[in-house]
């Protein structure tokens, strides 16, 4: 398909490239399609990027993959650089150097804080409909970290997905279903599924999610995402190593952020195992997360209640009846606060109110001393 095809008109809000094309391939659409519309009539074309290295990136178009620089869209805001997934304009073919010259608006952005002690966030990938969490089974279920990941695929505004690997590790199917039922318990709403990319059991059904859309794939080294990914793909195209025998886990065999078009459908981003899960601004996806201690507390007497000693709890109340679960409850408040220190760094209002509560807190815990040793002075 030569680049004269990518006309303005072709990418008018009415008409859609022809169903086998590379763009439709990896998610083009007719909503893409409004979006780019102001371009076209500029002469650029529409591509998806696909992998992202150093200031350059591959760009699907319509005439194949083409490599094109960032410099033109490479802001101050950390958040909005070229990101694997991402819809961009660029040059058409005969430019040299070829360049991005814009990123259509983002749908959805799957976006964790830095390492750094900056203030930033990292966006990890664009434009996703799936967030998959790959667990392994070959180690101990770290549901704390579950429900970390699922707040940040929450809050991308992806729909997330657990997928629980190496199930085959697990061959008695009463255990499996415990643990299956631990995950489901720490991700109210959320498919759980169970898959074994050594024997295929379950990759039918992953397959057939990820067939709708882009799904991003996630979770810590060792937890099979490579295989998981070479598994639907239905060819060796990541690098795969072995897992460590003493703790199940392993070294990143993915280094960068690549999308690839799926046979059955649908399109895949597969990411570097993540050590760090830190949230960024994340506060209505952890709510998702624990959206049962939510609703526990619209019972609460006071509106503003902190869940810890107050009369009239309804949350304090669930954990003394056994309805939720004590582990659930300091989980969420670990993540609360966590994400309440990362808006802190750019919020001064924020910061204002935690110095506040951290002066009140001070002065009742040295009042309750005071109490304590019959009002004499500490």
Same mark, same amino acid.
């Given at each position: 398909?030569?680049?004269?095809?990518?006309?303005?008109?072709?990418?008018?809000?009415?008409?859609?490239?022809?169903?086998?094309?590379?763009?439709?391939?990896?998610?083009?659409?007719?909503?893409? =399609?409004?979006?780019?519309?102001?371009?076209?009539?500029?002469?650029?074309?529409?591509?998806?990027?696909?992998?992202?290295?150093?200031?350059?990136?591959?760009?699907?178009?319509?005439?194949?993959?083409?490599?094109?620089?960032?410099?033109?869209?490479?802001?101050?805001? /950390?958040?909005?650089?070229?990101?694997?997934?991402?819809?961009?304009?660029?040059?058409?073919?005969?430019?040299?150097?070829?360049?991005?010259?814009?990123?259509?608006?983002?749908?959805?952005?799957?976006?964790?804080?830095?390492?750094?002690?900056?203030?930033?966030?990292?966006?990890?990938?664009?434009?996703?409909?799936?967030?998959? %969490?790959?667990?392994?089974?070959?180690?101990?279920?770290?549901?704390?970290? %579950?429900?970390?990941?699922?707040?940040?695929?929450?809050?991308?505004?992806?729909?997330?997905?657990?997928?629980?690997?190496?199930?085959?590790?697990?061959?008695? /199917?009463?255990?499996?279903?415990?643990?299956?039922?631990?995950?489901?318990?720490?991700?109210?709403?959320?498919?759980?599924?169970?898959?074994?990319?050594?024997?295929?059991?379950?990759?039918?059904?992953?397959?057939?999610?990820?067939? =709708?859309?882009?799904?991003?794939? %996630?979770?810590?080294?060792?937890?099979?995402?490579?295989?998981?990914?070479?598994?639907?793909?239905?060819?060796?195209?990541?690098?795969?190593?072995?897992?460590?025998?003493?703790?199940?886990?392993?070294?990143?065999?993915?280094?960068?952020?690549?999308?690839?078009?799926?046979?059955?459908?649908?399109? +895949?981003?597969?990411?570097?195992?993540?050590?760090?899960?830190?949230?960024?601004?994340?506060?209505?996806?952890?709510?998702?997360?624990?959206?049962?201690?939510?609703?526990?507390?619209?019972?609460?007497?006071?509106?503003?209640?902190?869940?810890?000693?107050?009369?009239?709890?309804?949350?304090?109340?669930? %954990?003394?009846?056994?309805?939720?679960?004590?582990?659930?409850?300091?989980?969420?408040?670990?993540?609360?606060?966590?994400?309440?220190?990362?808006?802190?760094?750019?919020?001064?209002? +924020?910061?204002?109110?935690?110095?506040?509560?951290?002066?009140?807190?001070?002065?009742?815990?040295?009042?309750?001393?005071?109490?304590?040793?019959?009002?004499?002075?500490?």
């Amino acid at each position: 398909m030569s680049s004269s095809s990518f006309s303005s008109s072709s990418f008018a809000s009415s008409s859609l490239p022809d169903a086998g094309s590379a763009l439709v391939a990896h998610g083009w659409d007719e909503g893409w =399609g409004d979006a780019f519309g102001p371009y076209g009539d500029e002469g650029l074309l529409p591509g998806r990027v696909v992998r992202v290295d150093r200031g350059r990136c591959d760009v699907v178009t319509g005439d194949g993959t083409v490599r094109a620089d960032t410099a033109f869209v490479t802001p101050h805001d /950390p958040l909005r650089v070229v990101c694997t997934g991402d819809w961009v304009a660029v040059d058409p073919e005969g430019a040299s150097p070829r360049y991005v010259r814009t990123l259509l608006p983002r749908r959805t952005a799957f976006v964790r804080s830095t390492s750094s002690k900056r203030s930033e966030g990292q966006i990890l990938a664009a434009n996703v409909d799936h967030a998959v %969490i790959a667990v392994s089974l070959a180690a101990e279920l770290d549901l704390a970290r %579950i429900e970390r990941f699922l707040a940040l695929a929450w809050e991308s505004g992806a729909q997330p997905v657990v997928v629980l690997t190496k199930a085959d590790l697990v061959p008695d /199917p009463v255990t499996l279903a415990h643990l299956v039922q631990d995950v489901e318990t720490s991700a109210p709403g959320v498919p759980v599924l169970t898959v074994s990319a050594r024997d295929g059991a379950g990759l039918d059904v992953l397959a057939a999610v990820v067939a =709708g859309g882009t799904s991003v794939l %996630i979770g810590q080294s060792g937890a099979g995402k490579s295989t998981l990914a070479n598994a639907l793909l239905g060819e060796d195209v990541m690098d795969v190593r072995a897992v460590r025998d003493v703790d199940g886990k392993g070294r990143h065999t993915t280094t960068t952020r690549n999308l690839l078009a799926l046979p059955g459908g649908g399109v +895949l981003i597969d990411t570097p195992g993540l050590r760090g899960v830190g949230l960024w601004d994340a506060g209505s996806g952890v709510g998702q997360v624990f959206s049962e201690i939510e609703e526990f507390a619209e019972g609460c007497r006071f509106h503003d209640c902190a869940h810890e000693s107050e009369p009239g709890c309804a949350v304090l109340e669930a %954990i003394g009846t056994g309805a939720l679960a004590e582990r659930r409850l300091e989980s969420y408040r670990k993540l609360l606060r966590e994400n309440r220190r990362i808006v802190a760094k750019t919020d001064a209002r +924020l910061r204002a109110e935690i110095r506040k509560d951290w002066k009140r807190k001070g002065a009742m815990g040295r009042a309750a001393m005071e109490a304590k040793r019959g009002g004499r002075p500490l």
